[in-house]
T-cell receptor, first 115, second 115 residues
Framework: GAGVSQSPRYKVAKRGQDVALRCDPI?????LFWYQQALGQGPEFLTY????????KSGLPSDRFFAERPEGSVSTLKIQRTQQEDSAVYLC?????????????FGSGTRLTVV | AQTVTQSQPEMSVQEAETVTLSCTYD???????LFWYKQPPSRQMILVIR??????QNATENRFSVNFQKAAKSFSLKISDSQLGDAAMYFC????????????FGAGTILRVKS
């Protein structure tokens, strides 16, 4: 596609519910990042994929967070047993090369609200 | 660990005037990239300008320019001839040179443009 597509745009989950957030990067983009952005704050890194390989998951806040990119294109961020502190915007970004020389394209994010 | 600090939570500028947004960072690396991103209400992060630390010359993109002071670890953004469409949240971000490394963002500055 022309840009990075994220779905759903909004998600309301009851505490304890599992959620899955989808990121569809630009076709052919090698690198894919997930960020978490709390209200009024800057994005914080969650995890990084190079093709299908998850090379860095140091930012995942707990073992309730899991990300995958099985075929090196679409990625899913899954949050199990959601908590109120998980409420945030989840941003996905991709780049065509592993060095990011051509910059990153961000999606519009998924706003997750846990009630 | 690298940190990015934006000390101005909010700034205002009159249309057609000039405004400067501040950013400082902390790193022990000698080579890295610095970025300014704009985030409008649509939530999509849009790259405004990028600076490579090994380049002495300050980056410029049309009405946007930076004042990069490497020794002081300062990276300010100057917006000239401000337009109503410039109103947004602005984030300063740092990235190491090695591939795949994440962006480290500041907390952001809200820019309001008055007509």
């Amino acid at each position: 596609g022309a840009g990075v597509s994220q779905s759903p745009r909004y998600k309301v989950a009851k505490r304890g519910q599992d959620v899955a957030l989808r990121c569809d990067p630009i076709s052919g983009h090698v690198s894919l990042f997930w960020y978490q952005q709390a209200l009024g704050q800057g994005p914080e890194f969650l995890t990084y994929f190079q093709n299908e390989a998850q090379l860095d998951k140091s930012g995942l806040p707990s073992d309730r967070f899991f990300a995958e990119r099985p075929e090196g294109s679409v990625s899913t961020l899954k949050i199990q047993r959601t908590q109120q502190e998980d409420s945030a915007v989840y941003l996905c970004a991709s780049s065509r090369d592993i060095q990011g020389l051509y910059g990153y394209t961000f999606g519009s994010g998924t706003r997750l609200t846990v009630v | 660990a690298q940190t990015v600090t934006q000390s101005q939570p909010e700034m205002s500028v009159q249309e057609a005037e000039t405004v400067t947004l501040s950013c400082t960072y902390d790193t022990s690396e000698s080579d890295y990239y610095l970025f300014w991103y704009k985030q409008p209400p649509s939530r999509q992060m849009i790259l405004v300008i990028r600076q490579e630390a090994y380049k002495q010359q300050n980056a410029t993109e049309n009405r946007f320019s930076v004042n990069f002071q490497k020794a002081a670890k300062s990276f300010s953004l100057k917006i000239s001839d401000s337009q109503l469409g410039d109103a947004a949240m602005y984030f300063c971000a740092y990235r190491r040179v090695e591939y795949g490394n994440k962006l480290v963002f500041g907390a952001g500055t809200i820019l309001r443009v008055k007509s």
